[in-house]
């Protein structure tokens, strides 16, 4: 708490939940770059009203803390990764922003305006002119309003692995006063910022949640890699822990979300709606996935059957596919691991993720029955695997399926190279032991695996990514990235 100069004065009481009274405009933020005054407080000068004021003071501290004012909203966003450092950069045009990570690397590129992921431009990083990126926790005072965008991974068990969402909110509790809100966009389980996050918050601050500090939860959307579908033109779901805490969030987000949002009653119900937009999509590619193997047995082209079947207006139109990735292959096990929690036991999603794991050494198993179906069958055949990223155009490598082709492929003896013009090689290395190939040979190979649809491979085209085999070798396409007669088998 911070008293500039003299004997606190009442703090404004909120109005009561439900009205939204409390939660000021957000279109007349004018006092941006001004520190926040979290109390509402002024300063009174005579001694003879010293002891009314202290007992408003005792009144005002068992009454809910105001949300900061527009013009004292100063921001933390905490986490730079695919999910953070867009919304610093947005946030950092219309308030104080701080950008904090713990990795001192990232935030030294980002200090060069570099930003590895992509995701964010060096022009759009130089436009975002209220923020100040940190590794620093000790910038974090005098935020007010925290923004927690931290990995949410699964460990070996595939369980939940809430470590750096705890070690953030442990942050946020250290740095957080009275009035502050924080709002969580990593993607968790219904309950999980609730239940897990704000007592850290309320142990290390002292704080009372919903007396002095506020949560909230406001799920990200974005989808790395893609150009079309950004923060600003995505709808947001808001969601806060008391109807003022909601409204702030909701009007924030207004700010740099120009798609808008949607306001959901209660934190629980965003948690809930963000993890199974996942488990949407994580199911129905399992189960094009599974008729795509069933297809391929019969010799039927899946493609066909499924644009065949898409004729029909209420068909999805899914495609078969490797589910790797940060989000729609782990998301899917926070909610099965929340409802084995409460004693019921998904079923059809953890079927589906069964699939969507099994996708990759399927693939690896095709390309070595082609191989020796072919009678190229050699003692070690030699593949070229063209794409390591988990998706095209993107250089994340997390749960990357392209791994168990490759382990496939190794498990026949093929000695397999890889080629990946959006990877990083020192990535590659430290995560899988891969040494990356910059420039593959032409005229070598016994097959090659088109895992990836970077647009690099597209622009290739057939002919010249066959001129890296050897005459009669395999091309596989996983993602159809090519014409359909112009490989050799496909998902
Ligand atoms: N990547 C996506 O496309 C996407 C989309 C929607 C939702 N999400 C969700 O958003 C969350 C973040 O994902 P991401 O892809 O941005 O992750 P990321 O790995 O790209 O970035 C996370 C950043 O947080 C930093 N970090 C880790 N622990 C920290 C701590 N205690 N304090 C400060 N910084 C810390 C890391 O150094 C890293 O830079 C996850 O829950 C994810 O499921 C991701």
Known sequence: MSVHGGIIAKAPRTTGHGTGANVPGFDDATGAGKMPDPEGTRTVSSAADTKDHLKDLAL????????PAPE??????????????????????????IGFDINAQRIDELRRHHDHT?????????????????????????????????????????????????SASRTVGAAIRRGGIAIYESTVYPGATEEVCVPIIESESGLCFNRDFYAGYSPERINPGDREHRLENILKLTS???????????????????????????????????????????????????????????????????????????FLPFRPGLVGGHCIGV?????????????????MILAGRRINDGMGSHVGRRVARLVSQRGMAVASPRVLVLGLSFKENCPDLRNTQVVDIIEELQAYNAAVDVHDPWVSAQEARETYGIDLLADPECGVYDAIVLAVAHREFA?????????????????????????????????
């Not at 004292?72 to 922003?97: D, E, M, Q, S």
């Not at 431009?121 to 620093?136: G, K, T």
């Not at 005459?471 to 490989?487: E, Q, T």
Request: aromatic residues 6%; contains cysteine.
């Open 60 to 67: 005002a501290m068992t009454t809910e803390a105001p949300l």
């Open 459 to 491: 622009e290739l085209g057939a002919e010249r990514i066959r001129a890296f085999g050897k005459p009669g070798a395999v091309l596989f396409d996983v993602k159809r990235a090519l014409p359909k007669d112009a490989s050799d088998g496909q998902l």
């Open 118 to 166: 992509r995701e964010v431009a060096e022009a759009e990083l130089r436009d975002a002119d209220l923020l100040e990126l940190s590794c620093d926790p000790s910038a974090l005072a005098g935020c007010n309003v925290f923004i927690v965008t931290v990995p949410t991974p699964i460990d070996e068990f595939k369980r939940p692995d809430l470590r750096p969402l705890e």
């Open 72 to 97: 004292h909203i100063r921001i933390a966003i905490v986490g730079l990764g695919y999910v953070g450092l867009p919304l610093a950069a947005a946030f950092g045009k219309h308030f104080p922003t």
């Open 240 to 314: 806060g822990s008391t109807p003022e805490a909601a409204e702030f969030v909701d009007r924030l987000y207004r700010k740099v979300v120009k798609a808008g949002t949607h306001r959901t009653s209660t934190i629980r119900v965003a948690e809930a709606a963000k993890v199974i937009e996942n488990v949407q999509r994580d199911v129905n590619i399992a189960l094009i996935n599974e008729l795509a193997m069933i297809f391929n047995r019969l010799q039927i082209d899946s493609e066909e059957v499924l644009e065949a079947a898409g004729t029909k207006w209420n």
């Open 331 to 347: 998301d899917p096990y926070y909610l099965t691991h929340k409802a084995q929690q409460i004693g019921y036991h998904p079923e």
